[in-house]
């Protein structure tokens, strides 16, 4: 590519950033788009016209998009069928259940809502991701995000409140309920 080409292209890198900003979603999502773009149009740009250069680079912007997109699909599809394949939750017998701590209830009710309705969702009620998704309005991707950072946070306030019975499952557990 001829140093004018370059000059041609690097000039019109606002412009080319604003054209995927309004395609894709996020400003950092167009700049990363943008700097692979003209990575590739510096590697195979060897055989274009100076004066059809920036044409020919939306064409290679055009394509950077639509890549995107089917790469965020893929993504999307893959974390689905991820949900679909984890084992079914295996269930802990009376004994066992009526040993775990009975503070967890409590600290689950003071987590923020939608963690509290994941945990509740997903673990309380054995019902899968796709279950959470569709009663959120969320995708599956969000949906294993959110019960991670619900469990995450709980695990959180079952430490903060009950101190070294945590460190040890909560089995024959010695903490005060949380009022």
Not at 100 to 122: M, N, T
Not at 125 to 136: G, I, T
Request: charge should be negative; hydrophobic fraction near 40%.
């Amino acid at each position: 590519m001829s140093p004018e080409a370059v000059a041609q292209l690097v000039s019109g890198h606002r412009e080319f950033l604003a054209f995927l900003e309004r395609r894709v979603e996020s400003r950092e999502a167009a700049e990363d788009i943008l700097q692979a773009a003209f990575v590739k149009g510096l590697e195979r740009g060897t055989d274009v016209d100076d004066e059809k250069v920036v044409a020919w680079f939306y064409r290679v912007l055009r394509n950077a998009v639509i890549d995107h997109y089917r790469a965020r699909s893929t993504s999307a599809k893959a974390a689905e069928q991820w949900a679909r394949e984890l084992p079914d939750h295996l269930e802990p017998g009376d004994p066992t259940r009526e040993e775990v701590c009975g503070c967890v209830s409590a600290l689950v009710d003071s987590l923020k809502p939608e963690y509290r309705d994941a945990l509740r969702i997903v673990d309380l009620d054995d019902a899968p991701l796709s279950h959470l998704a569709a009663q959120a309005g969320i995708t599956a991707e969000n949906a294993a995000v959110r019960i991670h950072r619900a469990r995450k946070a709980l695990r959180g306030r079952v430490e903060q409140a009950c101190g070294t019975c945590a460190t040890h499952g909560c089995f024959h557990c010695t903490c005060e309920p949380p009022k």
